[in-house]
Structure formats: C-alpha cells, structure tokens
C-alpha cells in the first residue's frame, strides 16, 4: 500500500515504508525531526511488520527518565532471550558521555532478530553524537511537512481507508485540519468510522462527522483577529470555549499567529513562504502579509507580551477563560496602532 499511495514528496519516507511493509526491517533506524505524527507512524508500520501477529513488545528508553547503564543494560539483555524487541531511544544526546560509546558500538553490530529506533527531535550536525550517530546510520527525515505538501496527506490518509475523496473535500479537511498531519489524520478517522461501506463522501459528511464542526472554526476566529474585527473575534471565541476549546489552547496559535506577523515586521513588510513548519491554518497563512498591514510592530510586540502574562495567570492562578479572552481582545483589536 505504500508503494502506491504515499504522498511522492517523502521518497526517502515512502522508500523505508515500502521496505517495512514488505518485511524488509533494518535492525537500526535513524529519525531526524520533531513531528511526532510521523515518528509515531514510521514505528507503528516497523511494529506491525515485526509482530505480525499482533503481540508486540516495545520498549521505550528515555535518557530523562532512565540512566545510560540503564539504557546499554536494556540493549544488551535483549540479546539472552529469543523473543523479538522495538526499541524507541528518544533524545540520545540526554545520555551521559561515558555511555554514548556503548550505543555506538550496538549500532555497528546491533541485534538482528530487533530492531532500534533512535529519534533525534534536535538534529544539530555540530554535536558529536550527531557526528557519530550519522556515520553509522542514515537519517530518515520526521520534520513536518510543508504547506503546500499536506493534500498529499489527505489523499493517503484517504486511501488507507479505502475512501475516495475529491478536491473539494480534500481542500475544505486542510481549511478545517491542514495545521498539522496529526489534526488531519484524526478527522479522516472520525468521518471513516461514520461513513457507510460503500457510500460517496460529500462535503455534507465532512462538516456533520469532523469534530472541528463547531458553530466557528479555529481558523474564523483567529482570521476575525488578524483583522482586526473585534465583534466576530468575541463571537467566535466564545463559541470555540462553549465547545471545550481553553483559552490556553486558544493561545498556542495566537501567540503563532502573531509571531509571524512580527516577522513580516521586522522584515520591513516583505514576505517570503516559510521555510519551517508553521502551526497555523492554510488559510491563515495565506493571508499572513494582507493581516500583517492591519497592525503597527508595537501592537504585535504588545500582543505578544500579553500573551505571555496570560500564561502565567492561567498556570500559577484559577482565572475565567471568557474573561481572560475579552480582556486579550479588547487591549488588542481596537484600531489606535
């Protein structure tokens, strides 16, 4: 299944799933990259191939939470019994120098019958262990994608399911979800559970199954902020925190929203396609320059403090989320800068 439908952008992704799902597994992986979707993915397909039956053991070893002898002892043992392991080593950079060698050299001449999977989420080619673990092993790529690289997602999320989805419905799932493959890969989950054997998918099942479908979306209000509209902003934030949003998880993408408005400020106006993963709708991405000529830097910069303030009330004191809102809003929006 991978071979025909992974989105083609990821060859060197497509080419390890391919390998996987044909049993193909290599005793050792390398992941760069900080999308935990697509780490989480990459191992689910190793775990189903490597436990076909379905009884998997899978081990995770985090250096915050064990110590390096811990770690190695981990590695090693597994070599005493005949029952097949997954390793998931997250962070190796947190494991104490005098243990790094040990996984060095289990990396050279690794357990065949197992396999390791070694994320490094901060993949600076400066640091030794980078240095060191690349040498050994080729990294796989686990950033985010970009933008213009998500509807290739849709599609194969689609086709897992076994469902055929036009470009009208694959472009109204990016509006709703196309803020990360997690958001996306969630609500192709809820509409294939309610969508009948055989039945066509419609615009009409993506609204009444998506568990986006709210009075306003995530995208509307934030939209309603950038510009400037203070009276849509109340009326879509209220409804996002009536449906169980928080304004903390509100301010996640308002603090992303004006972080890259003061980008295009301090870039004096121009705008360039982000190079990085931006946690930000499609649509509001696009209207990124357009919302940034609503606001002057200072209004940004003071947004942002805000922001800031707002997170620590919300963390170390009991406070209203509605409340906190309209406060946001109302210091903000209004038209003086």
């Known amino acids: 299944m991978g071979e025909k439908i992974m989105p083609k952008d990821l060859k060197q992704l497509r080419s390890v799933v391919m390998e996987v799902e044909k049993g193909q597994i290599q005793p050792v992986y390398l992941f760069q990259g900080n999308d935990q979707y697509l780490q989480k993915f990459v191992v689910e397909k190793i775990e189903s191939a490597l436990f076909p039956e379905g009884m998997s053991e899978k081990i995770i070893l985090e250096p915050n939470e064990m110590s390096g002898s811990k770690i190695v002892e981990k590695l090693y043992a597994a070599d005493l019994f005949s029952s097949k392991k997954i390793f998931v080593l997250r962070n190796p950079q947190n494991i104490q120098s005098s243990y790094r060698k040990n996984i060095f050299r289990y990396c050279e001449k690794p357990t065949q019958s197992n396999c390791l999977v070694i994320i490094l989420e901060d993949f ?7 240095k060191e673990l690349i040498k050994r092993i080729d990294p796989i790529d686990v950033r985010s994608p970009f933008e213009n690289k998500m509807g290739g997602w849709v599609r194969y999320f689609f086709k897992e399911k076994g469902i055929a989805a036009d470009s009208n419905v694959v472009e109204e799932i ?13 609500e192709i989950d809820k509409i294939a559970i309610y969508l009948q054997d055989g039945e066509e998918l419609t615009l009409d099942h993506v609204y009444r199954f998506s568990g986006w479908k709210r009075d306003y979306k995530r995208w509307e209000f934030l939209l309603a902020v950038g510009d400037r509209n203070l009276q849509k902003a109340i009326k879509t934030g209220q409804s996002l925190i009536s449906q169980n949003e928080t304004f903390l998880s509100l301010m996640y993408s308002l603090t992303s929203l004006f972080q890259e408005l003061l980008f295009i400020k301090v870039s004096k106006g121009t705008f360039s396609q982000p190079v990085g993963y931006i946690p930000l709708s499609p649509v509001i991405k696009k209207k990124l320059p357009q919302l940034a000529r609503q606001f002057s830097r200072e209004k940004v910069e003071k947004a942002l403090a805000l922001l800031g303030k707002i997170d620590e009330r919300i963390k170390t004191t009991k406070v209203s989320d509605e409340s906190e809102l309209i406060q946001f809003l109302f210091n903000v929006i209004p038209k003086d800068g």
């Open 124 to 130: 600076d080619q400066r640091k030794a262990i980078v």
């Open 174 to 186: 990016l509006k709703i979800a196309g803020d990360s493959l997690y958001h996306l890969a969630n």
